[in-house]
């Protein structure tokens, strides 16, 4: 059973920094493009950015040079460091598998909530 | 990137057939066969209903299926019934390893 689980997200003043991590398993992580996608509060979903199996690198215009995506296949680990954050930062942070060919997120995880506030 | 564009809302009856639109550009839902549907309950995470336009995921019940008509795909749900009542987001590949989803659509079952 594949299992996402989300953690590090809390609260913090603009300008700040947070890491997010992501604990996967139940799949062969080290094959498979992770992203990370958010949801602001009563909001849709905004994609934020992908990594590749291979460890390319993605991002969306709205956190590019901001946000810094990565990942740890040893202990089958993504992370998102995000630093300069914004209020428009704040949003549940959901990670997900993704099919590269296909374009599906066909996994994704509970969210963890980021607040950014003074 | 500019988002896709949905209805905010769509009703039905139970039994009854709804259609969810979302419209892009050449750019994304017009230049590739990759656009994918997803709902969400209230509190809970997004879950995968179709993908590559018209593609049903194994466990994902008959009475979805997904279309394309140039820059316009399509979400049926038939025979609504409650459990359907969700909103429903659309995500297409934008080109560059980058993707773009739609405003959302709140389904409700009268």
């Known amino acids: 059973e594949v299992l996402l689980v989300e953690s590090g997200g809390g609260l913090v003043q603009p300008g700040g920094s947070l890491r997010l991590s992501c604990a996967a398993s139940g799949f062969t992580f080290s094959t498979y493009a992770m992203s990370w996608v958010r949801q602001a509060p009563g909001k849709g979903l905004e994609w934020v950015s992908t990594i590749g199996g291979g460890g390319g690198t993605y991002y969306a215009d709205s956190v590019k040079g901001r946000f810094t995506i990565s990942r740890d296949n040893s202990k089958n680990t993504l992370y998102l460091q995000m630093n300069s954050l914004r209020d428009g930062d704040t949003a549940l942070y959901y990670c997900a598998k993704v099919s590269v060919g296909t374009a599906k997120f066909d996994y994704w995880g509970q969210g963890t909530l980021v607040t950014v506030s003074s | 990137q500019s988002a896709l564009t949905q209805p905010a809302s769509v009703s039905g009856s139970p039994g009854q057939s709804i259609t969810i639109s979302c419209t892009g550009t050449s750019s994304d839902v017009g230049s590739y066969n990759l656009v994918s549907w997803y709902q969400q309950h209230p509190g809970k995470a997004p879950k995968l209903m179709i993908s590559?336009?018209?593609k049903r995921p194994s466990g994902v019940s008959n009475r979805f299926s997904g279309s394309k008509s140039g820059n316009t795909a399509s979400l049926t749900i038939s025979g609504l019934q409650a459990e359907d009542e969700a909103d429903y987001y659309c995500?297409?590949?934008?080109?560059?390893?980058?993707?773009?989803f739609g405003p959302g659509t709140k389904v409700t079952v009268l």
């Open positions: 995500c297409s590949y934008a080109g560059s390893n980058s993707y773009v």
């Open positions: 590559e336009d018209n």
